[in-house]
Nanobody
Framework: QVQLVESGGGLVQAGGSLRLSCAAS????????MGWFRQAPGKEREFVAA????????YYADSVKGRFTISRDNAKNTLYLQMNSLKPEDTAVYYC?????????????????WGQGTQVTVSS
């Protein structure tokens, strides 16, 4: 059984920064692509970023490219999302997930295990 636990969300002013973490249980974390998604009220869950098992390849939604950075520490079984220059439209619940498809997959259907989410609120 895989468990993913996000942390690091909170309230921040526009232009500010937050760093999300996702702690994974189990010994297979380093074998899988990992991703971040977000869901705002009344909207569908959308892809934010993904990273290959090695950490060499990263993928971003156009809306966050240049502002967000995904990374991982396989020794600590932890995934990160550094979010800079935050905008009010970044407000959402952020989820980490384990990928089962190709590393660049942006569909939620390509991810099997999900965390419970962490709220990020950006005030204007």
């Amino acid at each position: 059984q895989v468990q993913l636990v996000e942390s690091g969300g909170g309230l921040v002013q526009a232009g500010g920064s937050l760093r999300l973490s996702c702690a994974a249980s189990g010994r297979t974390f380093s074998s899988y692509t990992m991703g971040w998604f977000r869901q705002a009220p009344g909207k569908e869950r959308e892809f934010v970023a993904a990273i290959s098992w090695s950490g060499i390849s990263t993928y971003y939604a156009d809306s966050v490219k240049g502002r967000f950075t995904i990374s991982r520490d396989n020794a600590k079984n932890t995934l990160y999302l550094q979010m800079n220059s935050l905008k009010p439209e970044d407000t959402a619940v952020y989820y980490c997930a384990r990928g089962t498809g190709p590393p660049g997959s942006t569909s939620p259907r390509s991810y099997d295990y999900w965390g419970q989410g962490t709220q990020v609120t950006v005030s204007s």
